[in-house]
């Protein structure tokens, strides 16, 4: 299936630059930056990219910040900020909320990269409600008056991969009807790092609970989802339930896989008027107060075999189904998949021990950070022997980092030595301008070979967010189709590279 015209030819994204230490109010060019976001948001449009450099964003700046749907500020996202600061707070009126002030309102779009401060007394980092599709990743949230995101209304962003650290009120909080996820966040030294209200529903998932005054506070109808999350050494409690708020912790069938440990009033305390349900989590039950029940969990032997139980209609079924008949992924033991969890460095270097041969082709590579006895050790040594994988300059490699889709895309095609593309293969990615240069050649292979699946657009490859179970599988599926080991599936979301003029 060919690409529709409109993807072939995607238009490309407008691109902007800011420096605050820029010597004038320049042209928004890289060579000529604006000095302020202000001037910068005053030129965007839908599918502006501003890529704001190092400084402090302060004076100058109109707040809030509004962020127009559909554009991007891009900073620093490896190192969630550092260096590049904004700084300050304006009064707005929310529409759920009335009278606020928040240093950015995005009506829209991504904020990658940047630390963010309000420091007053009741300011907010960013604010978040309406209906439009926001991207928060890779930022530090530090010093605010109240909390570090308020998400309101009935928004549903996905907020990862960020650092929320000595704000007053809370790192997030919820209210009004709002969802989302929160995914592999930092809490540190802040109030309550997640506070939840009114009849929210986000899915809060590894994230990092450390020395905050409490862990996750729950009140009214307020259902969040924690799975996985670890929550420690909280001066209060780890997990406060108030009035009619349920969270769901996992039952008999699901793990919630939550740990808890070292909170010093108590680990969970229930002051709902109903009983807590607590399924597969690490607690202290010396340290639970009030109704909390802990369950049995029902354990099925997964024999390999399908099918899952939440791939029916997913759009990477039939490579899921295929890569796990050949024994390369599994399931998980309560029958499921989970198709759009992310993959970290480690499961990455188990499914490529199992997925290839990998002869040796460099020295074998002490991991300061490995331990004999880590599960993934022995496939991380073949991995990294065969050129899939490398370490850090420190030495380290890092097992539980989540690994992007460039990375991996990078991976296969060095690995494999797969060659073949040309620089301008790229150009049938609408959001090209992400990818890093080091990675335009292997990206251009593997669009060449046809081996990269994008949902929901084809033509939108989002480099730099983690990589799904599904996406990592399909790449791992056409690798091994490209060598005749399996037969090809067509799927209406692989990239077709023969679409370019």
């Known amino acids: 299936m060919t690409l529709q015209k409109a993807d072939t030819h995607p238009m490309p994204a407008s691109t902007l630059y800011v420096n605050a230490n820029a010597t004038n109010t320049g042209d928004g060019t890289a060579t000529n930056p604006y000095r302020t976001l202000t001037a910068a948001l005053q030129q965007s449009k839908l599918g502006t990219l501003i890529f704001v450099g190092a400084g402090t964003y302060s004076s100058g700046e109109i707040f809030p910040l509004v962020i127009p749907a559909g554009v991007s500020l891009l900073g620093d996202v490896p190192s969630r900020g550092r260096g590049i600061v904004i700084v300050g707070g304006g009064d707005f009126s929310s529409a759920s909320f009335g009278q606020q002030n928040a240093t950015i309102y995005p009506k829209g779009g991504q904020i990658r990269g940047l630390t963010i401060t309000n420091p007053n007394p009741k300011g907010t980092g960013i604010w978040i409600e309406g209906t439009n599709p926001i991207l928060v990743v890779g930022n530090t949230f530090t010093n605010s008056g109240r909390e570090g995101i308020f998400v309101s209304g009935t ?8 650092s929320f650290i000595k704000n007053q009120g809370s790192g997030i909080s919820f209210g009004r009807n709002a969802k989302g996820e929160v995914r592999r966040n930092l809490f ?3 109030g309550y790092g997640i506070a939840l209200s009114d009849r929210t529903a986000p899915l809060i998932i590894d994230n990092q609970f450390r020395r905050n005054f409490g862990g996750i506070f729950t009140t009214r109808q307020a259902m969040p989802v924690l799975r996985r999350n670890l929550i420690e050494a909280s001066g209060g409690t780890g997990l406060v339930v108030q009035e009619s708020s349920q969270p769901d912790l996992g039952n008999a069938q699901e793990p919630g896989e939550n740990l808890f440990r070292d909170n ?13 349900i607590s399924g597969g989590n690490q607690v202290n039950s010396t340290k639970i107060r009030g109704n909390v029940q802990l369950v ?8 390999g075999t399908l099918p899952f139980s939440d791939i029916d209609n997913h759009w990477a079924m039939d490579f899921i189904r295929a890569l796990t008949q050949r024994r390369v992924i599994s399931g998980f033991p309560d029958g499921s998949f989970r198709p759009d969890d992310y993959l970290n460095r480690a499961q990455y270097a188990a499914l490529i021990a199992k997925g290839f041969e990998c002869p040796p082709r460099r020295s074998l590579i002490q991991f300061r950070d490995l331990v004999p006895n880590f599960w993934a050790t022995g496939a991380i040594a073949k991995a990294s022997q065969a050129g899939f994988l490398s370490g850090f300059p420190d030495g380290t490699f890092r097992p539980d980092q989540y690994l992007t889709k460039v990375q991996a895309v990078v991976s296969l095609v060095n690995g494999l030595g797969l060659q073949g593309g040309y620089p301008e293969e790229i150009s049938i990615y609408s959001d090209r301008s992400e990818i890093p240069s080091y990675a335009t050649n292997a990206i251009a292979t593997a669009t060449k070979l046809g081996l990269i699946a994008n949902y929901p657009h084809p033509n939108q490859l989002e480099p730099m967010r983690p990589a799904s179970r599904a996406e ?4 791992i599926y056409n690798c091994l189709a490209i060598q005749g080991k399996v037969p090809q599936i067509n799927s209406p979301y692989l990239v077709n590279a023969g679409a370019l003029p």
């Not at 928004?155 to 960020?162: C, E, H, M, Y």
């Not at 969970?268 to 009983?275: E, G, H, T």
């Not at 990592?472 to 790449?475: A, M, N, P, S, Y």
């Open 155 to 162: 928004a549903k962003p996905v907020i990862a991969d960020n």
């Open 188 to 190: 540190q030294q802040t």
């Open 264 to 276: 010093h009033q108590a680990d969970i305390q229930n002051n709902s008027n109903q009983a807590l």
């Open 296 to 303: 049995a969990m029902e354990v099925a032997a997964y024999v």
């Open 472 to 475: 990592v599988t399909i790449l």
